[in-house]
């Protein structure tokens, strides 16, 4: 009988093996998540090898991140027995296109050499052309054309295409400026993203003979995560697949998440009208998730109208139901997350032990990512932050801190070379160069060189006034932090009043901030914060919630010389490279993806979903972020956790958060709630679960903070009495309570431990609320 010479047909079901094995003709293979899409689209591109249809270079194939790309060609190499060198054409829409355009640039008046624009750059073209055109760049900033060029450019708009309602915006002018910006661009010889598409769709349409040679060489098209593609990523495969109609195209509907980048799911349907025969194959076993996870998911996204809809099914019955649990706040939800990943890791939660490398924790917005990195680095737990640097990574991070060394020590040279010209002053490399030199023969520093440069004219222009701005900027946070050292230097005070240091929830006290207050300032005063403001690219509003992040974290310390410090000390710690580590990303990154073991923190409304899909009129955003939800808890195979906060903390201020909607969405029989550490020391599945989702739902309409609220209250009763003795230990600096203790306090009367807060008791008095307090201040009251 011999070898099978292509044993990667054995591991596949009929519908998949069907869609490896058509390979005339066009394919659409639509089916939910986990149904191996992907992995018949790997075993596709295996099979033309192995059967000769094809060689790897004449195989176009279209995944959505670097990262995808990569382990497709891994897999493809492991099906074919060996790694594979050439596949040039497996890869991301954007690095495909390059390659092409790098090609044929002259068609659309480039050079070969064209650069790719930074946002920067591309702001301050805008801007100058606005500024032409006698606009008020106030009232229409150059932010806001970039965005709707950006649409524009998503749909396959050529200036001259833009008509009908779109031509009134901005102010009648949008696309003559629009126009005006493609002119500019081609005389610089620069494109930006949004080119890289458009001008190859304009090729294609524009020289049919280009467009021949490339039909005819793509023998095979291949594109995973169809559902995310925009218009112009449509057309353009459309008009390659005109040729050998090869093509075949992998896509969930609900997993369509990129809308607000111009996705347009209805693609998937367009597909059908315009590959006349396409042979539509549709998966329905699941093989990633168990039972209640698959289960969980199927009835939140079932909460969205006008879906193509799906049966889906897994032989995996029974397992882990779906886990929610609630937290008094952020820090604790990423405390409880750290203990859990650990004991998972070591098997001491009834179940085999799941690896680091095999649990992750997606997030709605990458500055939720901050909390985990701090608590991982605490504990010393090796993690991962992928699609991203580590957050005390990130540039926008490594600038503001950088400003934070500069206001601490105006001598630290590396942090003025590096925010000297960010954001841009018009100092580019030769007034550095000029600084530099100056510093060196005088033997002083960089900011004194600067000074010195200014006191002789030796720097001339705009650079000069704004270098001026620059010094006279450092010299004043310096004043302020040499003003504020001496104060947080000063012993305890005697008074009685500060001895009890009460942080009262709303008024946080006013010299603890200070050098918040500064922080903030030294952002805004150094256009740092403006820069990102005016930014466009996608990325912009995350930076800027990532700084805001990073003032959170300061919150801890004293001032800002004991958070760097803490910086570097917990960067020291790195991990190596060949341990295996917790996954930390984004929901949007994790699309594709599967992990054992998934925590889903923060579904809290104005979070998760996000404030700005709820002020939307309309379901179009909450669809989107429901869609989210459904890819988030299709990434767990075996467990997966919800969780939330009652309370997170913005500018030293607490803010109640409310369970979110989907957490109600949720099917009660498929899930088990946790009781929140510090009540009974977190139960599973122990029988009350089932019926107490209905509470968690209580909770969420009664009041945001859920500790108060009476679902909760009723939570803990059941807690209570299922018996769960280990309750933790709530340790303090001086003294140790268990929750639930009863205390007495001289000023606040009684009260019950609730938690702790760093190093603070949290209590609920019965008169005065909830108050954080120094432990020794507060004495048992023993009935
Ligand atoms: P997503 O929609 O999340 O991208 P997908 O449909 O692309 O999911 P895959 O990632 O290809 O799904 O497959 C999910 C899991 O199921 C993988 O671990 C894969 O190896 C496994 N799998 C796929 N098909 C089969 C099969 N026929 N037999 C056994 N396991 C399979
Ligand atoms: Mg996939």
Redesign the pocket.
């Known amino acids: 009988a011999g070898m099978r010479p292509e044993p990667y047909l054995d591991?596949?079901?009929p519908a998949?093996r069907e869609a490896v094995e058509t390979m005339d003709g066009p394919v659409l293979m639509l089916?939910?998540?986990?149904?191996?899409?992907?992995?018949?689209l790997t075993c596709r591109i295996a099979h033309l090898m192995t059967t000769g249809r094809a060689q790897l270079n004449e195989v176009l194939a279209v995944t959505f991140t670097n990262k995808a790309a990569r382990e497709m060609k891994d897999r493809i190499g492991a099906l074919l027995g060996g790694s594979i060198e050439g596949m040039p054409w497996l890869g991301t829409f954007h690095s495909v296109c390059v390659k092409l355009l790098r090609r044929h640039a002259e068609l659309v008046g480039l050079k070969t050499s064209f650069t790719i624009l930074d946002t920067d750059d591309q702001i301050r073209l805008l801007k100058q052309l606005i500024l032409a055109a006698n606009m008020d760049e106030k009232r229409w900033p150059a932010r806001m054309l970039a965005g709707l060029i950006d649409g524009w450019k998503n749909k396959a708009l050529t200036p001259d295409r833009v008509t009908g309602g779109e031509t009134a915006a901005f102010d009648h002018r949008g696309s003559e400026l629009y126009a005006q910006y493609q002119e500019r661009l081609r005389t610089l010889n620069a494109v930006d993203f949004g080119d890289l598409l458009l001008h190859m769709v304009t090729i294609f349409q524009k020289y049919p003979d280009v467009l021949e040679r490339y039909q005819r060489w793509f023998k095979y098209i291949l594109v995973d995560?169809y559902q995310d593609t925009n218009v112009a990523q449509y057309l353009w495969l459309r008009l390659l697949a005109q040729g050998h109609k090869n093509i075949c195209c992998?896509g969930?509907d609900d997993?369509s998440i990129y809308g607000w980048r111009g996705a347009e799911v209805g693609n998937i349907l367009r597909f059908e009208r315009d590959f006349a025969g396409a042979k539509v194959i549709r998966?329905e076993q699941n093989?990633?998730s168990t039972e209640h996870i698959l289960a969980a998911a199927s009835k939140l996204i079932s909460g969205n109208e006008g879906r193509l809809g799906k049966t889906l099914w897994t032989e995996a019955q029974g397992g882990e139901k779906l886990r929610l649990i609630g937290h008094w706040d952020g820090e604790e939800e990423a405390r409880w997350i750290g203990e859990e990943v650990e004991a998972l890791s070591r098997g001491t939660r009834g179940m085999a032990p799941y690896g680091l490398e095999s649990q992750a924790i997606l997030v709605r917005a990458s500055h939720q990512m901050r909390a985990f990195e701090d608590r991982f680095l605490t504990i010393g737990m090796p993690y991962r932050v992928i699609g991203g640097p580590r957050f005390y990574e990130r540039m926008e991070i490594r600038d503001a801190m950088a400003y934070f060394r500069l206001a601490i020590s105006p001598e630290d040279d590396l942090a003025f070379e590096r925010v000297i010209n960010t954001p841009k002053r018009g100092l580019g490399d030769k007034a550095q160069q000029k600084i530099q030199i100056e510093a060196r023969e005088n033997g002083v520093s960089l900011v004194e060189g600067a000074r010195l440069l200014l006191a002789q004219g030796g720097i001339s222009g705009k650079g000069a006034g704004q270098l001026r701005a620059f010094v006279a900027n450092v010299d004043r946070w310096n004043a302020v932090v040499r003003a504020a050292s001496p104060a947080a230097a000063r012993s305890p005070a005697e008074d009685d009043d500060e001895l009890f240091e009460v942080l009262d929830d709303a008024v946080p006290p006013a010299n603890d901030h200070s050098h918040l207050r500064l922080a903030e300032e030294i952002l805004e005063d150094s256009g740092y914060v403006a820069m990102w403001q005016n930014d466009k690219t996608p990325e912009a509003p995350g930076r800027l919630e990532n700084l805001k992040e990073l003032i959170k974290a300061l919150e801890q310390f004293e001032n800002l010389q004991g958070f760097l410090e803490h910086v570097a000390l917990i960067m020291d710690n790195e991990s190596k490279d060949s341990e295996a580590k917790v996954t930390l990303m984004t929901l949007h990154g994790a699309?594709?993806l599967?992990f054992p073991v998934v925590f889903l923190p923060g579904w809290e409304d104005g979070l998760f979903p996000s404030q700005r899909s709820m002020d939307e009129s309309g379901m179009k955003g909450l669809e989107e972020e429901r869609r989210l939800g459904y890819v988030g808890i299709?990434?767990a195979e075996e467990v997966c956790y919800v969780s939330f906060a009652g309370n997170r903390r913005v500018y030293g201020q607490w803010q109640s958060q409310m369970p979110s909607r989907f957490i109600d969405e949720l099917p009660p029989e498929h899930v088990d709630v946790m009781t929140p550490p510090g009540l009974n020391g977190g139960g599973y599945g122990s029988g009350y679960g089932q019926s107490t989702l209905g509470s968690q739902i209580d909770a969420r309409a009664a009041s945001a903070d859920v500790y108060n609220s009476p679902g909760w209250k009723r939570l803990q009763t059941r807690g209570v009495q299922s018996q769960t003795p280990s309750r933790p230990r709530a340790v303090t600096v001086e003294n140790e309570f268990d929750v639930g203790d009863r205390v007495f306090h001289k000023k606040f009367g009684y009260g019950e431990v609730m938690g702790t807060e760093a190093d603070k008791l949290v209590v609920e008095f019965d008169k005065a609320g909830t108050k954080k307090l120094i432990a020794s201040f507060v004495v048992p009251a023993d009935t």
Do not use: I
């Open positions: 591991g596949l079901n998949q089916a939910g998540a986990g149904t191996g899409k992907t992995k018949a995560e992998v969930d997993q998966l093989y990633r699309k594709g599967e299709t990434r």
